[in-house]
């Protein structure tokens, strides 16, 4: 058990250790919030047709809506660092690597505000 | 620390690379899946802010499509999305420490747990889908 642990840790700084734990732990976290999404979506949910209303009823309880905020940002957290992962591994120079990343926070930044955004408006909506 | 290139089509050859290189591939592929479903699905979403009507006409257009053809590829979306959940399993387990010595096991077992609730998921979701399609 201990040589396992060390042949995972063995080549890896500090920081690459954190990453890779958050990497993991949302991955975890999100097993969790995509059981409940796929199932509050597509089987308690009724037929596609009757979505608006489920999604309407959902985001108008203040528990829903933190729920599906937190999945948001943390699915989005999973996504996009993933695909920072493969970009890095075509070989980007260190140079490269750091506008890449600052491109995914950006993009990070935008896809979470903007999901928080809508599902406010729509939340705000229903219950006005 | 030696830096290694790997292209995306290099992810294909699986020739004499053994489970373990399948298992990262996939892996890889089904993620860059996900991320496009998952913006595809973030833009779908955009249409709640344009009202009811216009909201349901974009869900069922995207639930069924021509010829039912869309609900052909949700199908092979769930495949992706419980392959890459219990992959994503079997590697946080490994680097655990958990299975190693076991991991190609692990993998199978993970796997065929993962598509078994697949079908279930598939059944219960199927049911949904035959009750607002007048199929």
Known sequence: MEDARKRSYGTRDRFTTVKWFLQASSGMFLVFFMAVHLYVAHINGGSPIELFDSIVRNLSNPWWLAFFLVFVWIITYHALNGVKGIVYDMGVSRRMKRYVSYTFIGIYLATVVYGTILALIVASTVSA | ?135
């Open chain 2, 1 to 135: 620390m030696t830096e290694h290139k790997a292209s995306i089509i290099s992810w294909f050859r699986f020739d004499r690379k053994g489970l373990g290189f399948f298992a990262y591939s996939m892996h890889r592929f089904s993620g860059v899946v996900i991320v496009f479903y998952l913006y595809l699905h973030y833009a779908v979403l955009s249409n709640l802010l344009r009202g009811q009507a216009t909201f349901d006409a974009v869900v069922r257009a995207a639930a069924y499509g021509p010829y039912g053809i869309f609900i052909v590829m949700d199908v092979l979306l769930t495949v992706v999305i419980f392959y890459h959940g219990a992959n994503g399993v079997r590697l946080m387990l490994n680097e655990m420490g958990l299975g190693l010595a076991h991991h190609k096991a692990l993998f199978f077992v993970l796997e065929a747990g993962a598509m078994a609730l697949m079908l279930l998921f598939l059944y219960y979701a199927w049911q949904a889908v035959l009750s607002g399609s007048g199929l």
